[in-house]
């Protein structure tokens, strides 16, 4: 997994971070609620890299940019939802 990174898109209000496999893509969309909010909607992994913890890096490259740019995460997307609760050192960037 070392060899893929996360890139980060952003128009207006609506932004991703996605991941390019030689099979697909997958991304972690978000929505922009305001300057300190914003609402991960949706995580989609590319057939056959499930479980190889490609939406984890997407995630924690998320997290690093909320702690970095000052915005709290609404976890909408049940992934995100779901590692957030796994996570309880990560509580500074979620609004729940």
Not at 28 to 47: E, G, I, M, R
Not at 64 to 71: C, I, P, S, W
Request: proline residues 4%; charged residues 25%.
């Amino acid at each position: 997994m070392s060899d893929l990174s996360v890139m980060h898109e952003e128009n207006g209000r609506k932004g991703r971070y996605s991941i390019v496999h030689r099979s697909g893509e997958s991304e972690l969309t978000y929505s922009v609620v305001s300057p300190q909010k914003v609402s991960a909607d949706h995580t989609q992994v590319a057939s056959g890299h499930e479980g190889e913890g490609v939406g984890l890096m997407m995630l924690r490259e998320m997290i690093a940019d909320a702690r970095g740019k000052g915005f709290q995460i609404l976890p909408l997307c049940p992934f995100v939802n779901a590692e957030r609760r796994k996570h309880p050192e990560w509580s500074d960037v979620f609004s729940v």
